[in-house]
């Protein structure tokens, strides 16, 4: 059985909400934690930097207050995406600003930092950070991150090639940490097989693009309704780390998806305000998005999944009798 740190205790339902480039924001956080799960967004999409301390602000008091007033059922902790990669010159700035509101977990992405780990647990935050193979997985644990976030095929954003099965059977042979799987994951019952494969939280990123309280354009959150996996291009493009992105998006700006040119891995920038805007109309998506019906509020949205990992829980119970008794 993992180890699973106290922050993570009383979650409504196991679920890591993905931080998102420039969709997640402090409403959709807010409403995710109030919800019961871990909301969190990326510190880069507070822009121009001085923004991350207003934000934080906003976010902590609003949780308090929530917390104030519902003391049998509190929110749940947030988290903030920090991108770890050199090209990133805000990331000193950033942690501070997390040292500052104390913010309870990190996910770090793009290149496990040491320093970034002792900073964060100076004053007692939980870091997860996000790899896409079991060789990345190794070097962040050996560098002091706490848990890990296993980036697998059909993930939205910078995504890995790794099958799920595959990933986290091979990480859980060595580490017993905390643990959530990313890949295509948008109902309950996919939280549930998450779990069952042995990992401990379900990362869902995508279908919060199709809500109320996301920070992306209406034409955005309805093509995540109207799409599926046949519409979800893997490509390397656009932030030279390879990602899964909406068709209809690269169309719109020109780009023949089926035949897009790779990208030099060197040319990766997370830091500069102009480079980030370059590909600012290019849409993400993870391939679960089959799933999404309709553009939902957070609150709506988590709901449902409650009921689908409850009801998909209790029919793994009757299917396993049932195996048991034959």
């Known amino acids: 059985m993992s180890k699973v740190p106290s922050v993570f205790k009383g979650m409504s339902i196991p679920v890591i909400a993905a931080p998102m480039f420039i969709i997640s924001n402090p409403r959709l956080v807010i409403e995710q934690c109030k919800a019961g799960i871990v909301g969190s967004m990326p510190a880069l999409n507070a822009r121009p930097a001085s923004q991350l301390d207003e934000w934080l602000a906003e976010i902590t008091e609003e949780l308090a207050a929530y917390d104030a007033k519902n003391p049998d059922r509190p929110a749940a902790p947030f988290a ?39 900073a964060a647990h100076s004053y007692g935050a939980v870091v997860l950070h996000d790899v896409i193979n079991n060789k990345f997985a ?22 890995g090639d790794k099958s799920p099965f595959a990933l986290i059977q091979e990480i859980r042979q060595w580490f017993d940490g905390p643990l959530a799987l990313s890949g295509s994951i948008a109902t309950g019952s996919a939280v549930l097989a998450a779990q069952a494969m042995g990992a401990d939280f379900g990362y869902i990123g995508s279908p919060f693009i199709a809500t109320h309280e996301a920070r992306a354009v209406e034409e955005y959150k309805q093509a995540i ?55 600012k109309d290019i849409w993400g998506s993870g391939q679960g998005i089959g799933a999404i019906k309709e553009v939902s509020s957070t609150a709506d949205y988590v709901e449902k999944l409650r009921t689908e990992y409850n009801a998909a829980r209790e029919n793994l119970i009757k299917t396993s009798q049932a195996f048991a008794a034959v």
């Open 138 to 159: 190794h070097k962040a644990i050996e560098k002091g991150a706490d848990g890990l976030v296993a980036v697998a095929a059909g993930a939205g954003g910078h995504a």
């Open 225 to 279: 309704v109207d799409s599926t996996s046949d519409d979800i291009v893997y490509s390397n493009l656009f932030t030279g780390v390879h990602g899964n992105y909406l068709a209809s998006s690269i169309r719109k700006a020109g780009l023949d998806p089926e035949a897009l040119p790779s990208s030099d891995p060197s040319s990766m920038n997370f830091g500069g305000e102009s480079k980030a805007k370059a590909w």
């Open 80 to 118: 903030i995406n920090q991108i770890v990669h050199k090209s990133n010159d805000r990331l000193e700035h950033d942690m501070e600003m997390c040292i500052k509101y104390k913010v309870p977990i990190i996910i770090s992405s793009l290149g496990a930092r040491e320093e970034i780990n002792v």
